[in-house]
Every structure is written in C-alpha cells, then in structure tokens.
C-alpha cells in the first residue's frame, strides 16, 4: 500500500493520530512502510499542510451550536443545465474502474493516461491558473460550475503554476523563484482544497510548458539531478496532488480502447498544448491535425473557442479551454485572452464540448448564467 490510494479521509485520520501515536504503529496498521510515512509526515510539516489539516479536522469534530431552523427557498434550476445534470445521473455508476493508467513513472511529458470511453462521460475542464497569478472571481466562478454541473470527471490542462521565477525572462531569477515558489505552492493547494471539497469525481491533470520549467531546473541542479531525490523532489509530490485527490501529472490523456499500447484507437485526446496560432481555436485547429481524425482539447493559449470537422471518419470537435489567470499581465499589454473553461461529453464516438465564457466573476453557459 501507498499514501496516494489511501483515501483522504484516511489520509487525514492517519495524520491526527499521528500527533499521539507512533509512526510505526500507524504504518504497520494501515501496511505502509514507516520510513516513507515519516517523509509524508516531514514534508506535510514543512509545508505548513500538516497543522492545517488537523486545524480543519479539528473544527470538523467540534461541537456545533444548533441554529434556528430556517426553510430555506427552493432554488430554480435551469432547464438546459437539469437536462446536463439528468443525463449525467442515468450513466454508468462506477467512475475509477473506468479509468487506466499507463506508466505514471514515465517523465512527465511521456505519460499517457488511456480512459475508457465505452461509458458516458460528462467532463470539465478547466486549464492555465498560472498561480499566484490566478483570476480569483474565475476561480471561485469555476468552483460554481463544479457544484452546479453534474459530472463524472474533471481535468484540468495544465500551468497550474507560473514559475515565472524559472523563466528565461526572469531577471535575479533564483532569488525570485526562492521568493515565489512558496507562495505559488500554497495558492495552488488552497485552489485544489477547495475543488477537492466540490466534486470527489475522478480527477487528471495535465502538465504544460511552465511546469516544465520546474523539471529543467531540477535537472540542472547538483544532487538533485537522480534517483529518489529527484523523484521526492517532483511536483506531483510537492503539490501533494494525490492527497487533493488527482492522479498523477500527465502528457496526454486519451479517451481511447486501448487494443494495445501501441495502437490505440482514440475518441477524445487532451494535451496542453505546443502550438500558436492567431485568433481563438485556430492553434487547437492546427494541433488537431498531429493526432489525426479525433475530437481534441488542448490548452496554453488562454483562448477560448470551440470549432468542428468533418473527416471520413465522422464529425469531431475541436477546443481551448480558455484561462483561469489574470488577463492583464505585466509583460503584455491587452492580450487576446479569455477567461473559461468547457464541458463535454463522450457518448459512444460522438464527442460535444461546450464553451463556458466567464466574465466579471459569472459563468456562462448557453443562455445561462452559473
């Protein structure tokens, strides 16, 4: 057993008892190996998760003054976003066994996560926070969609960091990254919290460019470059993105039967994305055609738009996900950015993704304001 397939309600149990109870005890109870409960521990500590974690478990427990009963008034759904929610509830009911994992000690940018698409999948996703550079109103706009939009997965396209810090911009840049990269990890895992207490549907992120800043970096740097440090030292571990309930980073992930790892035989595939082009879902166009005749997703462009295709093999569609960062950034006056984020579904090899426009902290979709 490892610390990431234990779910986090076991994860925050084995912590609070830690406090009085001897590792090797909590290790042996629960079959993990002391010493790497002893790092988790460690590294929990030194990022300030630990102490957090019983001081939210802790008010979870305490005793709560009854209220005065208050009828609350019954909330108006929308039709189009009650048809969403209806058909996501009369799909298939099991979501991890769905999902198939494949080589997540590959390098980053090599894995690729293979999904079954047999089921009906209805996904979000959200791309390009760039912490601490995020748009607070659009990530408090994306939570709403979350709790408002019935699904049975989420994924996010990657940048979640900025590393500016790591940038070949950057000026005094390991000082800066020094004074940032704190920061940069606290705002993400607050963001992630608060997703993590949304949904508990299954969860992929993807990687991006400015994530592999961090990877150069980590290479460059003597003692680090190799072996277990380098692997404790990855961001999956220092993200804690397992204990927020998400699966390893990935390169590509592919709603695909997998006859074999060789020659899949993909409905959907998302990456974040390499290419740039002018005008929103021009760069997705154009990155579309290296995977061929498939509907695809992709982000790093901070556009959003949602284009189709028609090839011999049917119709797909085609999608940026738009941002989750500030718009106006220091080193670029007015760029052509949009904050969103999309929803699609996958029934049998039809795929269809929606665009969901935020703007002035409100999420759009069709008609309807989340």
Same mark, same amino acid.
């Given at each position: 057993?490892?610390?990431?397939?234990?779910?986090?309600?076991?994860?925050?149990?084995?912590?609070?008892?830690?406090?009085?109870?001897?590792? *090797?005890?909590?290790?042996?109870?629960?079959?993990?190996?002391?010493?790497?409960?002893?790092? !988790?521990?460690?590294?929990?500590?030194?990022?300030?998760?630990?102490q957090?974690?019983?001081?939210?478990?802790?008010?979870?427990?305490?005793?709560?003054? !009854?209220?005065? *009963?208050?009828?609350?008034?019954?909330?108006?759904?929308?039709?189009?976003?009650?048809?969403?929610?209806?058909?996501?509830?009369?799909?298939?009911?099991?979501?991890?066994?769905?999902?198939?994992?494949?080589?997540?000690?590959?390098p980053?940018?090599?894995?690729?996560?293979?999904?079954?698409?047999?089921?009906?999948?209805?996904?979000?996703?959200?791309?390009?926070?760039?912490?601490?550079?995020?748009?607070?109103?659009?990530?408090?706009?994306?939570?709403?969609?979350?709790?408002?939009?019935?699904?049975?997965?989420?994924?996010?396209?990657?940048?979640?960091?900025?590393?500016?810090?790591?940038?070949?911009?950057?000026?005094?840049?390991?000082?800066l990254?020094?004074?940032?990269?704190?920061?940069?990890?606290?705002?993400?895992?607050?963001?992630?919290?608060?997703?993590?207490?949304?949904?508990?549907?299954?969860?992929?992120?993807?990687?991006?460019?400015?994530?592999?800043?961090?990877?150069?970096?980590?290479?460059?740097?003597?003692?680090?470059?190799?072996?277990?440090?380098?692997?404790?030292?990855?961001?999956?571990?220092?993200?804690?993105?397992?204990?927020?309930?998400?699966?390893?980073?990935?390169?590509?992930?592919?709603?695909? *039967?997998?006859?074999?790892?060789?020659?899949?035989?993909?409905?959907?595939?998302?990456?974040?994305?390499?290419?740039?082009?002018?005008?929103?879902?021009?760069?997705?166009?154009?990155?579309?055609?290296?995977?061929?005749?498939?509907?695809?997703?992709?982000?790093?462009?901070?556009?959003?738009?949602?284009?189709?295709?028609?090839?011999?093999?049917?119709?797909?569609?085609?999608?940026?996900?738009?941002?989750?960062?500030?718009?106006?950034?220091?080193?670029?006056?007015?760029p052509?950015?949009?904050?969103?984020?999309l929803?699609?579904?996958?029934?049998?090899?039809?795929v269809?993704?929606?665009?969901?426009?935020?703007?002035?902290?409100?999420?759009?979709?069709?008609?309807?304001?989340i």
């Amino acid at each position: 057993m490892v610390w990431t397939e234990l779910g986090r309600d076991v994860q925050d149990k084995i912590i609070l008892r830690s406090q009085t109870e001897p590792i *090797e005890k909590l290790a042996e109870e629960y079959q993990l190996l002391p010493q790497s409960l002893h790092r !988790k521990i460690r590294r929990l500590k030194q990022d300030g998760l630990y102490q957090w974690i019983i001081d939210k478990q802790s008010k979870k427990s305490a005793p709560q003054q !009854k209220m005065a *009963e208050v009828k609350p008034e019954p909330v108006k759904i929308d039709p189009f976003i009650a048809r969403i929610n209806n058909a996501v509830k009369g799909s298939a009911t099991s979501n991890n066994q769905y999902i198939l994992n494949v080589n997540p000690d590959a390098p980053v940018k090599d894995r690729v996560m293979y999904i079954d698409p047999k089921r009906q999948w209805h996904g979000i996703f959200f791309t390009d926070l760039h912490c601490p550079y995020q748009d607070e109103d659009s990530v408090n706009a994306m939570i709403r969609v979350i709790k408002t939009l019935d699904h049975n997965i989420i994924i996010n396209g990657g940048d979640n960091l900025d590393l500016y810090g790591l940038s070949t911009f950057a000026k005094d840049y390991d000082n800066l990254f020094q004074n940032n990269f704190d920061k940069e990890i606290k705002e993400h895992n607050r963001i992630m919290e608060q997703i993590a207490e949304a949904s508990t549907a299954p969860k992929v992120s993807l990687y991006g460019n400015h994530m592999e800043r961090y990877d150069k970096w980590l290479s460059a740097t003597p003692f680090v470059s190799m072996g277990s440090a380098k692997n404790q030292m990855s961001l999956d571990v220092l993200l804690s993105m397992g204990y927020y309930g998400w699966n390893p980073f990935m390169g590509t992930i592919m709603f695909a *039967e997998k006859e074999n790892q060789m020659f899949p035989k993909p409905v959907l595939v998302l990456d974040h994305g390499t290419r740039v082009a002018k005008g929103a879902g021009k760069s997705a166009a154009s990155q579309f055609k290296s995977y061929g005749a498939v509907s695809y997703i992709m982000g790093h462009v901070h556009r959003l738009g949602v284009s189709y295709m028609r090839t011999l093999h049917g119709q797909h569609c085609i999608a940026e996900g738009g941002t989750l960062r500030g718009l106006n950034p220091d080193y670029m006056k007015y760029p052509d950015w949009q904050n969103g984020m999309l929803h699609f579904v996958i029934d049998g090899d039809t795929v269809s993704i929606t665009p969901i426009l935020i703007s002035n902290g409100n999420a759009y979709i069709g008609n309807t304001k989340i």
